[in-house]
């Protein structure tokens, strides 16, 4: 009976102890299996895309590469494999991004603003010694016709378009050093944006002025023997002399035509480069044509040799956009000074299209002789109102 008993109750706890014991014998093993995970290793014939593989290492060290061989490789920019329609993903860290901003934070931020500053002091310090350019003998009160309507809106509409860019274009640069500050973060942000939009497409306004005004005025604007005689005498402009004669555009004028052109091709280059990333390849192919005739800019500004990676060329299109368009600046200013408060009757020439007979005779007497000459349209030799 006692017997019959004891098999009983050795039954009844037979049933537990064994869900206990395979309880036991799983928990045991996750651990194991958890850790067998964490050793897996690569095939041995398993291969890397970040770098090329080196001699093995001594220590102990599993397989070819330590992680420091490995993230040095990675800081030089090596390019890995990506799946993705974007190549440029494959390269993990461009250290040159880090001397980019640096560059663009330092040098390019503090000299850009003290060529602006510098060009506006200059220009209020002659202002203050030379004064109002004055015509001499007064207004005539006859007008003769200088611009036609439709250069006087190619113009305009370089001009305005380039002021657009230039006001958006600042904010990228001083923006968050001296804007953010007076308005603060919040409204800076979508105000960074929407200039960051009206630039992009300002630009395709500045490109059709450029080019209507190249068409209309580059006829006028080719250097002449007269133009000599105009710097020698500096334009009439300093001192009291009398001013040089002078064609269409004088030599003062033609620096400002041909300083516009250039800069605002090279601008809408760049620009369209930054519009449209990681398609072009301007300068390493600018080097290379250069240093084919025995020129080496990358020498010169110890930069790296070319050919250049897809974010190293925006790089260089970044700051050299950002430096072209600071010296169109100071350039525009003087136009702006001399074009206003600087000369006596000069506005009119883009205001109405229309000058003062007097004016134009002391400043394009060359100019009006042609014009008198042929006998045009263009002189309106009607009383101003």
């Given at each position: 009976?006692?017997?019959?008993?004891t098999r009983h109750a050795s039954q009844r706890y037979l049933l537990p102890g064994i869900v206990f014991?395979?309880?036991?014998?799983?928990?045991?093993?996750?651990?194991?299996?958890?850790?067998?995970?964490?050793?897996?290793?690569?095939?041995?014939?398993?291969?890397?895309?970040?770098?090329?593989?080196?001699?093995?290492?001594?220590?102990?060290?599993?397989?070819?590469?330590?992680?420091?061989?490995?993230?040095?490789?990675?800081?030089?920019?090596?390019?890995?494999?990506?799946?993705?329609?974007?190549?440029?993903?494959?390269?993990?860290?461009?250290?040159?991004?880090?001397?980019?901003?640096?560059?663009?934070?330092?040098?390019?931020?503090?000299?850009?603003?003290?060529?602006?500053?510098?060009?506006?002091?200059?220009?209020?310090?002659?202002?203050?010694?030379?004064?109002?350019?004055?015509?001499?003998?007064?207004?005539?009160?006859?007008?003769?016709?200088?611009?036609?309507?439709?250069?006087?809106?190619?113009?305009?509409?370089m001009a305005l378009s380039f002021i657009t860019l230039g006001i958006s274009g600042l904010n990228f640069?001083?923006?968050?050093?001296?804007?953010?500050?007076?308005?603060?973060?919040?409204?800076?942000?979508?105000?960074?944006?929407?200039?960051?939009?009206?630039?992009?497409?300002?630009?395709?306004?500045?490109?059709?002025?450029?080019?209507?005004?190249?068409?209309?005025?580059?006829?006028?604007?080719?250097?002449?023997?007269?133009?000599?005689?105009?710097?020698?005498?500096?334009?009439?402009?300093?001192?009291?002399?009398?001013?040089?004669?002078?064609?269409k555009f004088n030599a003062g004028q033609k620096i400002i035509f041909w300083g516009v052109m250039l800069?605002?091709?090279?601008?809408?280059?760049?620009?369209?480069?930054?519009?449209?990333?990681?398609?072009?390849?301007?300068?390493?192919?600018?080097?290379?044509?250069?240093?084919?005739?025995?020129?080496?800019?990358?020498?010169?500004?110890?930069?790296?040799?070319?050919?250049?990676?897809?974010?190293?060329?925006?790089?260089?299109?970044?700051?050299?956009?950002?430096?072209?368009?600071?010296?169109?600046?100071?350039?525009?200013?003087?136009?702006?000074?001399?074009?206003?408060?600087?000369?006596?009757?000069?506005?009119?020439?883009?205001?109405?299209?229309?000058?003062?007979?007097?004016?134009?005779?002391?400043?394009?007497?060359?100019?009006?002789?042609?014009?008198?000459?042929?006998?045009?349209?263009?002189?309106?030799?009607?009383?101003?109102?």
């Amino acid at each position: 009976m006692n017997n019959l008993r004891t098999r009983h109750a050795s039954q009844r706890y037979l049933l537990p102890g064994i869900v206990f014991a395979i309880l036991a014998l799983v928990g045991l093993c996750l651990p194991l299996q958890a850790n067998a995970q964490s050793t897996v290793r690569p095939p041995e014939n398993a291969t890397t895309n970040i770098a090329p593989a080196g001699p093995p290492l001594q220590g102990g060290v599993q397989g070819t590469q330590s992680d420091a061989e490995i993230w040095h490789d990675i800081r030089l920019g090596e390019t890995g494999a990506v799946s993705i329609p974007n190549k440029s993903a494959g390269q993990m860290i461009q250290s040159q991004g880090e001397d980019w901003r640096l560059y663009r934070n330092g040098p390019i931020h503090d000299y850009l603003g003290y060529a602006m500053l510098a060009t506006i002091v200059l220009l209020a310090v002659f202002f203050a010694i030379r004064g109002r350019i004055k015509v001499e003998h007064g207004m005539s009160g006859v007008k003769i016709k200088r611009f036609s309507t439709l250069e006087r809106m190619s113009h305009w509409l370089m001009a305005l378009s380039f002021i657009t860019l230039g006001i958006s274009g600042l904010n990228f640069t001083f923006g968050r050093s001296l804007v953010m500050p007076v308005i603060g973060k919040d409204l800076f942000g979508p105000t960074s944006g929407f200039l960051k939009a009206t630039h992009n497409y300002t630009a395709f306004a500045f490109m059709l002025g450029l080019i209507l005004a190249f068409v209309f005025w580059i006829a006028h604007n080719i250097p002449d023997r007269t133009d000599l005689n105009w710097l020698a005498k500096g334009g009439g402009l300093i001192g009291k002399s009398s001013h040089p004669p002078a064609k269409k555009f004088n030599a003062g004028q033609k620096i400002i035509f041909w300083g516009v052109m250039l800069f605002g091709l090279s601008l809408s280059v760049s620009g369209w480069a930054l519009l449209f990333p990681f398609e072009h390849h301007l300068f390493s192919s600018t080097f290379a044509l250069l240093g084919n005739i025995g020129i080496d800019v990358p020498a010169l500004l110890g930069l790296p040799q070319p050919p250049y990676s897809a974010i190293q060329e925006q790089q260089f299109n970044s700051a050299w956009h950002g430096i072209i368009s600071v010296a169109m600046i100071c350039l525009i200013l003087a136009h702006i000074y001399i074009g206003t408060i600087g000369m006596q009757g000069a506005y009119d020439a883009m205001g109405s299209g229309e000058v003062d007979l007097n004016w134009a005779r002391e400043h394009h007497s060359l100019w009006v002789d042609e014009v008198m000459a042929k006998k045009t349209d263009g002189i309106v030799a009607a009383p101003a109102e």
